[in-house]
């Protein structure tokens, strides 16, 4: 499912439209590209108050009774989230990694009031697991917890893609699903969180009780329930699913070999329709026509992808494992994208350039593919070992 290519498919187009086009995508056309990067401080600032805004747009919204406010709801749902998980997986990330803020401090300090703001994992937890994440040991394996949580789903060595397929469908519609995601992400904050952080989720909380006793039931479901946690739920789903080359049967990486092929970049679009590739029979109005499909679907599938998925540097995080092959050095985050091309330009020892995933779709198949290819046996449930079901299918895949 790997591509080559795309991005440089579309370099007939404009100049003007291509930082537009590497925004998007996630993918500079050149290694020298002008770098559109806001100051780290600057970019917190404003990702956080883009969020608070379209909350406050949103409750506006939901006052509507028009059908005409339902495209704004919707498109804004999804900046809502991309703002959200944007806080999550680049913000928090990068400061438990200690490379969000220059003071070791500031760090911390965001690690520690960001999730009790959003509901999302406690610093401390999520410390914990994504440090161990990285950790050649425990990379991808059943030990992984993002590897864990996706087989705890059903996403497991095995089963065949048709399987998998229907298996995310039915995920995403579950109330179960967002259930369990809810009450883990409320258990993180509330019962395992430091006390003052506790109390500052508790005074969020009040603040959530207050908008349903003004405002109604209504404007919080489609302020905050749906966009913070249901549409979060699938958000997080997509981006872990499609992250790495999870298998929960396999042990740890033997070299660096293996460890780069257990990741890949992905990146939002498709190759542009070229007139050398068609017959020359092809009239203008066709391929004119091929041009408008592609444009619909960069505006109506890939944007939206970038916008509320893969957010920020999520397309290159590929490259946030694998800077040191490159002899570049994993701290200058922000300019991950572009550091990445400069990689692939200056020999590509990392070999960025054959492992790019394009468009939601080929990261999703391309990642059942993977786990239908992996030959397994199972066992019946040993009641002994294991009440419970969800550690049942951590276990369930043994490699032959």
């Known amino acids: 499912m790997f591509e080559s290519d795309t991005r440089e498919s579309m370099r007939v187009l404009p100049r003007i439209i291509q930082p537009a086009l590497t925004w998007i995508t996630g993918k500079p056309l050149d290694a020298n590209e002008p770098c559109l990067i806001l100051p780290t401080v600057l970019d917190v600032i ?27 709801i919707i498109i804004s749902w999804l900046f809502l989230v991309g703002f959200l998980r944007k806080m999550q997986v680049t913000h928090l990330h990068h400061a438990i990694h ?28 999520y410390r914990k697991e994504h440090l161990e994440h990285h950790n050649a040991d425990i990379f991808t394996t059943a030990h992984d917890a993002d590897a864990a949580f996706l087989a705890k789903l059903g996403f497991i060595p095995g089963r065949e893609r048709s399987e998998l397929w229907m298996n995310l ?32 989720a508790l005074s969020v909380a009040l603040g959530h009780i207050a908008l349903i006793v003004i405002s109604g039931w ?58 050398h590739r068609q017959s020359h029979s092809d009239s203008a109005f066709a391929h004119a026509t091929l041009v408008c499909l592609w444009a619909a679907k960069m505006i109506l599938v890939h944007l939206p992808v970038r916008v ?31 550091l990445r091309q400069t ?47 969800e550690e ?9």
């Open 218 to 275: 209504k404007i919080y479901a489609i302020a905050i329930l749906v966009p913070i946690f249901l549409l979060y739920h699938i958000s997080a789903l997509l981006q872990f699913l499609t992250e790495h080359a999870w298998n929960v049967g396999d042990g740890p990486v033997k070299n660096w070999n293996e460890y780069k092929n257990r990741c890949w970049g992905r990146f939002c679009g498709e190759t542009f329709p070229s007139r």
């Open 46 to 72: 404003v990702t956080f108050a883009f969020a608070v805004g379209n909350f406050v747009f949103l409750v506006w919204l939901a006052k509507k009774e028009t059908v005409v406010a339902l495209p704004f």
């Open 392 to 400: 049942f299918a951590l276990d369930s895949g043994e490699q032959k």
């Open 169 to 200: 469908w039915m995920t995403v519609a579950s109330p179960v699903f967002h259930i369990v995601f809810a009450r883990a992400r409320l258990g993180s904050i509330f019962l395992r969180n430091g006390p003052v952080e506790t109390l500052l």
């Open 308 to 338: 509320a998925c893969l957010v920020a540097d999520l397309p290159a995080h590929d490259w946030h494992h694998l800077a040191h092959m490159a002899g570049q050095n994993s701290r200058d985050w922000t300019r991950s994208l572009y």
């Open 343 to 389: 990689a692939i330009v200056d020999g590509d020892k990392p070999n960025f350039s054959r492992r790019e995933l394009w468009g939601i779709y080929s990261m999703i198949e391309h990642q059942f593919i993977w786990l239908q290819s992996i030959k397994c046996t199972y066992s019946l449930l040993d009641t002994k070992k294991s009440s419970n079901v």
């Open 98 to 125: 200690n490379r969000l803020f220059a003071s070791p401090r500031l760090n911390r300090l965001y690690a520690r009031v960001l999730p009790s703001l959003i509901f999302v994992q406690n610093g401390i937890e």
